[in-house]
Structure formats: structure tokens, C-alpha cells
């Protein structure tokens, strides 16, 4: 069974920044590319970010691109996501999840597509 717990969420000022950071446990790490998503109150979920198993390949919804980075650090089983120059409309709960490792990683932003999820952890943007 597969865990995946994030942290570093919190509340700041607009302009500040968090790195969320989300542990996986429970099988091969490497074998997933990985996603985050955000879900606001009253909103959809909505997707932010994806990295390949291996972090060659990174895709951004146009909302965060320029201002948040995703990485990962498999010997630690280990996925982050930098986030920079936070706005309100940021605000959310942010999740973690693992990509089907039987699918071509061409569906990144669906959240269908992905079979493991945390907890989320919750982040707040104050004007």
C-alpha cells in the first residue's frame, strides 16, 4: 500500500513563499512520476504541477508557471514543490499524488489518471 503524506503548508503574505514537500512510502518510488494538485473552497481540483520518475521532464498550469517549481529527490522518496511569489488565489489545499505507472505520462494534468493521494495540507495567501 502506498502513503503519501505532504507538509509545509501554512498561512503567509502575499509575495512570500513555502516549499511543500511529500513523502512516499510503501513501494518503489522511482517508478512514479508525480503530481500536484490544489483544491480551493467551492472549486474543482485543479492541477498545478508534474515531474517525470526520473525529473527530466516537468509540466505547470499556466497560474503557477514562472512562480512555482517541482522537483523530487528519490533517494528520499521525496517530491517538492517550491512555491514563490504566492498570491491569494493561491490558497488551497494542495495534494500529492502518484501517476499510474502503467500509463504514458502524456495525461499529467488528469486528475484520473493518478491512483495515490495525501492527505493534503493547506496553504493560505493573506492579502
Known amino acids: 500500500q502506498v502513503q503519501l503524506v505532504e507538509s509545509g503548508g501554512g498561512t503567509v503574505q502575499a509575495g512570500d513563499s513555502l516549499r511543500l514537500s511529500c513523502a512516499v512510502s510503501?513501494?518503489?518510488?522511482?517508478?512514479?512520476?508525480m503530481g500536484w494538485f490544489r483544491q480551493a473552497p467551492g472549486k474543482e481540483r485543479e492541477f498545478v504541477s508534474a515531474?517525470?520518475?526520473?525529473?527530466?521532464?516537468?509540466y505547470y498550469s499556466d497560474s503557477v508557471k514562472g512562480r512555482f517549481t517541482i522537483s523530487r529527490e528519490n533517494a528520499k522518496n521525496t517530491v517538492y514543490l517550491q512555491m514563490n511569489s504566492l498570491k491569494p488565489d493561491d490558497t488551497a489545499v494542495y495534494y500529492c499524488?502518484?501517476?499510474?505507472?502503467?500509463?504514458?505520462?502524456?495525461?499529467?494534468?488528469?486528475?484520473?489518471?493518478?491512483?495515490?493521494w495525501g492527505q493534503g495540507t493547506q496553504v493560505t495567501v493573506s492579502s
Open positions: 499524488a502518484t501517476y499510474g505507472p502503467t500509463y504514458p505520462f502524456d495525461r499529467y494534468s488528469d486528475y484520473a489518471m493518478y491512483e495515490n
Open positions: 510503501g513501494r518503489t518510488f522511482t517508478i512514479y512520476a
Open positions: 515531474i517525470s520518475w526520473n525529473g527530466a521532464d516537468t
